[in-house]
């Protein structure tokens, strides 16, 4: 895989392309609400992470989160798009679905758990993390997917960007979702990513709190998102009334 220019894949955008802007949009919407210190912030934190001269994609459902870390769904796990991707190694956290066949020098490794906050997810967050740092020490390249790329896959992502990256949950949460905004692990891995940063770093960056909207407890980066929408939903009613 070419490193020393940009280069563009020829490969399909999915049926899901004007959810995706949705998305995008909302997510528009809450980075600018963040202060101009939690910009800054995120900018240092890109410019780490996210190497300036890396592989673009027109498939906006693959989402690259380091030169060596690439987050998508289940759909673009075909042998065309893994290799023209660079990659060389593949976790699946999607075990309801059938071994993908895949070149036998592309490491195939499959993670146990379903999408259910009662799943115990955490007891994989080492042994994930764990892969995709051999694979990166290397050069590789590892693709982590599940069904969508949403929670499981997602909560993998996260937990590796803590303890190889020493970022806290709430920064390396905040990073995946501005590289893929869909992300949402459920609220059972939210738990457990949080007892895994407080075994890691002591000190906890989010915590679940109980939000009104959805009468349960969620953690406190999406209790935050929610206010934000009401606020500009609100503006939105004030304004269609004047």
Known sequence: MESNQFKTLDLNIDDNHHKEFKENRVHDILYDSLDEDNKHNQRILYSRLYPKENLITENRNISILTEHLILTSAANVVPDIIQKLGVTCVISAAPELPAIPLKTNITYHRIDVMDSPN????????????????????????????????????????????????????????????????????????????????????????????????????????????????????????????
């Open 119 to 242: 799943s115990h997810i955490g007891s994989f967050l080492d042994e994930a993390a764990d892969l995709i740092n051999k694979v990166s020490s290397t050069g590789g390249c590892c693709l982590v997917f599940c069904v969508a790329g949403v929670s499981r896959s997602a909560t993998l992502c996260i937990a590796y960007l803590m303890k190889y990256h020493q970022l806290t949950l709430k920064e390396a949460y905040d990073y995946v979702k501005m590289r893929r905004p869909r992300i949402k692990p459920n609220c059972g891995f939210f738990k457990q990513l949080i007892e895994y940063e407080k075994d890691m770093f002591i000190n906890g960056s989010v915590q679940m709190v109980f939000n009104e909207f959805v009468q349960m407890c969620i953690p406190d980066v999406y209790d935050n998102e929610y206010q934000v929408i009401r606020r500009i939903n609100s503006k939105f009613k004030n304004r269609c009334r004047q």
